[in-house]
């Protein structure tokens, strides 16, 4: 019983560090890709919320979302 609970709590810590590490590696990535072509990403960040049901006029409104949220991953301070 003790070698089947260490047996599961070890592989919850390695799943649980592993999805750490996709999510970082992502970040970065993406962080990347806004700093090299901002404009691309903003655009493919308007058909994100497009996807999500904003109205193009509601995306783009005053700087609209998708240029904010470039610049908070351009800034570092997202969701890490």
Do not use: C, H
Not at 32 to 59: C, D, H, K, W
């Amino acid at each position: 019983m003790l070698a089947s609970t260490l047996s599961m709590g070890a592989g919850a810590y390695l799943a649980a560090k592993s999805e750490a590490e996709v999510y970082e590696a992502e970040i970065s990535r993406e962080r990347a890709e806004v700093e090299e072509n901002p404009e691309e990403e903003i655009e493919e960040m308007s058909l994100f919320y497009q996807l999500q049901g904003f109205t193009p006029g509601r995306i783009t409104k005053d700087g609209g979302a998708p240029r904010r949220t470039a610049r908070t991953v351009r800034a570092g301070d997202g969701a890490e």
